[in-house]
C-alpha cells in the first residue's frame, strides 16, 4: 500500500511503480478507513518515511512503501527540507504559500548561489520487518519567479542542472526520468525485484 495522503505524491508513485512491472496491486490509505495520521517528527527524510510505512504497515498488514521529500536551498541553510510540506505554516494554497516564502526569504541571493536539490527518500516495509530504503537526488537551481504549470509544491521555481525549463514546464515523462522520486524509485524497485 501507498503510505501517502498527498494525492500528487500518490499519482508520481503510482505513474513511476507500475512502469517497472513489478506484479503488485497498489491500495491507497483512501482504501483503509480510520488508517492512522503520521507525525513527521524525524529530522531526515529516510526517517520520517520509515515512521509513515511503519504505521501503515501495523495498521493495514500489508507491505507498505513510503516516500518523504522535499526542496533543500542552500542559501537558505539546506531548508526547507524534511520541513518542506509545512514550512510556510499555510493551511490554505499550502503549495502557493510555501513557493512565495522561499521566493522571499532568497529574493536578494544572487544567480551564482541559488542552488539547490530535491531530495526524496523511498522505503519499503513488510509485515515481516524487513525494511527496504533507497535515496534519491535531483540538484539544481531555483528562480525568482514561479514558471510553468505541471507536477506541484516547488516544481515551478526549480530548474534541474542541465536543463533551461522548471520541473513544472516538463512532461510527467520528462520530470520521472530524472527526479529526486523517480530515482529514489527505481532502485528501491531493483531492491524489491531481487526479494
Ligand atoms: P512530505 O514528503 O509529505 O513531507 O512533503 C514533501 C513536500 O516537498 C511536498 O509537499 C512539496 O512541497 C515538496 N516536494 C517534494 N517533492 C516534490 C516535487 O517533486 N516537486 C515539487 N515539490 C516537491
Redesign the pocket.
Given at each position: 500500500m501507498l503510505a501517502?495522503r498527498?494525492a500528487?505524491?500518490a499519482e508520481?508513485l503510482t505513474r513511476i511503480l507500475e512502469s517497472f512491472d513489478l506484479a503488485v496491486e497498489l491500495k491507497l490509505v483512501s482504501d483503509f478507513p480510520g488508517a492512522p495520521e503520521v507525525e513527521?517528527t524525524e529530522d531526515s527524510?529516510s526517517g520520517?518515511?520509515l515512521l509513515k510505512a511503519r504505521a501503515l504497515c501495523r495498521f493495514t498488514g500489508l507491505p507498505a512503501i513510503a516516500?518523504?521529500?522535499?526542496?533543500c536551498v542552500d542559501a537558505l541553510g539546506g531548508n526547507?527540507g524534511?520541513l518542506?510540506?509545512?514550512?510556510s505554516g499555510a493551511t490554505e494554497n499550502?503549495?502557493t504559500s510555501?513557493?512565495e516564502l522561499v521566493l522571499q526569504q532568497t529574493a536578494d541571493v544572487p544567480e551564482a548561489k541559488r542552488g539547490a536539490q530535491?531530495v526524496?527518500a523511498a522505503v519499503v516495509v513488510f509485515p515481516d520487518g524487513t525494511e527496504l530504503i533507497s535515496q534519491g537526488e535531483m540538484p539544481g537551481r531555483i528562480l525568482i519567479a514561479p514558471q510553468g504549470k505541471n507536477?506541484?509544491?516547488?516544481?515551478p521555481i526549480?530548474v534541474p542542472v542541465g536543463f533551461t525549463k522548471t520541473?513544472a514546464e516538463m512532461t510527467s515523462a520528462e520530470?520521472d526520468s530524472i527526479?529526486?522520486?523517480g530515482i529514489a524509485l527505481r532502485n528501491l524497485a531493483e531492491q524489491l525485484k531481487g526479494k
Amino acid at each position: 500500500m501507498l503510505a501517502t495522503r498527498n494525492a500528487h505524491k500518490a499519482e508520481e508513485l503510482t505513474r513511476i511503480l507500475e512502469s517497472f512491472d513489478l506484479a503488485v496491486e497498489l491500495k491507497l490509505v483512501s482504501d483503509f478507513p480510520g488508517a492512522p495520521e503520521v507525525e513527521e517528527t524525524e529530522d531526515s527524510f529516510s526517517g520520517n518515511a520509515l515512521l509513515k510505512a511503519r504505521a501503515l504497515c501495523r495498521f493495514t498488514g500489508l507491505p507498505a512503501i513510503a516516500d518523504d521529500s522535499g526542496i533543500c536551498v542552500d542559501a537558505l541553510g539546506g531548508n526547507p527540507g524534511v520541513l518542506s510540506a509545512r514550512w510556510s505554516g499555510a493551511t490554505e494554497n499550502v503549495d502557493t504559500s510555501n513557493l512565495e516564502l522561499v521566493l522571499q526569504q532568497t529574493a536578494d541571493v544572487p544567480e551564482a548561489k541559488r542552488g539547490a536539490q530535491f531530495v526524496c527518500a523511498a522505503v519499503v516495509v513488510f509485515p515481516d520487518g524487513t525494511e527496504l530504503i533507497s535515496q534519491g537526488e535531483m540538484p539544481g537551481r531555483i528562480l525568482i519567479a514561479p514558471q510553468g504549470k505541471n507536477g506541484f509544491g516547488y516544481d515551478p521555481i526549480f530548474v534541474p542542472v542541465g536543463f533551461t525549463k522548471t520541473t513544472a514546464e516538463m512532461t510527467s515523462a520528462e520530470k520521472d526520468s530524472i527526479s529526486h522520486r523517480g530515482i529514489a524509485l527505481r532502485n528501491l524497485a531493483e531492491q524489491l525485484k531481487g526479494k
